[in-house]
């Protein structure tokens, strides 16, 4: 079992930065793949970037690449989701994920488990 908790949700302005955590309990952290995904209302939820187990591959949405970054600390069992050049559009409650395994995963059905979710809203 896994547990997720997400943290660093707010408001922010067009243009700013933010930078949202997912907080891993258990002492297999490293073996899980990490996703984020999110969800705007009225919206399904969708891939925005994952990390392999080692942090050593990425994988980014076309709407966020260049401006949102993955990372990992396996010493700390966290997960990082650093978004730079917010929109409007990026407004949406951002979930991560873990799924055991040794790749990168960009489909939500593939996950096994979800943390609660932190809003993101970003003002015009």
């Known amino acids: 079992q896994v547990q997720l908790v997400e943290s660093g949700g707010g408001l922010v302005q067009a243009g700013g930065s933010l930078r949202v955590s997912c907080a891993a309990s258990?002492?297999?952290?490293?073996?899980?793949?990490m996703g984020w995904f999110r969800q705007a209302p009225g919206k399904e939820r969708e891939f925005v970037t994952t990390?392999?187990?080692?942090?050593?591959?990425?994988y980014y949405a076309d709407s966020v690449k260049g401006r949102f970054t993955i990372s990992r600390d396996n010493a700390k069992n966290t997960v990082y989701l650093q978004m730079s050049s917010l929109k409007p559009e990026d407004t949406a409650v951002y979930y991560c994920?873990?799924?055991?395994?040794?790749?990168?995963?960009?489909?939500?059905?593939?996950?096994?488990?979800w943390g609660q979710g932190t809003q993101v809203t970003v003002s015009s």
């Open positions: 258990g002492r297999t952290f490293s073996s899980y793949a």
């Open positions: 994920a873990a799924k055991r395994g040794s790749f990168y995963y960009t489909r939500a059905a593939e996950y096994d488990y």
């Open positions: 990390i392999n187990w080692s942090g050593g591959s990425t």
